[in-house]
């Protein structure tokens, strides 16, 4: 049913900038939250940035100031532009989504399959 698909990785120099999106679809009733949690190989887990409903927005220490998250609710979208890339910055970004289905009333997470981001000195 609920589906996440992410886009815009790539790998870029050491200074540049990426903007990721990530499309929810699927029969989605409400969307309580919504953000961006990287892995680096051998790495643990981290979030990068997320954001509410209510347009509350969250960073990782190394993320302010360089990064930005956004949405689109009526596109089901969350997006996060990221400025001034560091190779500390590579990873697999993932995108999560705590949410309720039209026929479930239990939140749920629910991921993407993620992508990859890789930044060169």
């Known amino acids: 049913q609920v589906q996440l698909v992410e886009s815009g990785g790539g790998s870029v120099q050491a200074g540049g900038s990426l903007r990721l999106s990530c499309a929810a679809s699927g029969t989605i009733s409400s969307i309580s939250l919504m953000g961006w949690y990287r892995q680096a190989p051998g790495k643990q887990r981290e979030l990068v940035a997320q954001?509410?409903?209510?347009?509350?927005?969250d960073y990782v220490d190394s993320a302010k100031g360089r990064f930005t998250i956004s949405r689109d609710n009526a596109k089901n979208t969350v997006y996060l532009q990221m400025n001034s890339l560091k190779p500390e910055d590579t990873a697999v970004y993932y995108c999560?989504?705590?949410?309720?289905?039209?026929?479930?009333?239990?939140?749920?997470?629910?991921w993407g399959r993620g992508t990859q981001v890789t930044v060169s000195s």
């Open positions: 999560n989504a705590l949410l309720t289905t039209m026929y479930e009333l239990r939140e749920l997470d629910y």
């Open positions: 954001i509410t409903s209510g347009g509350s927005t």
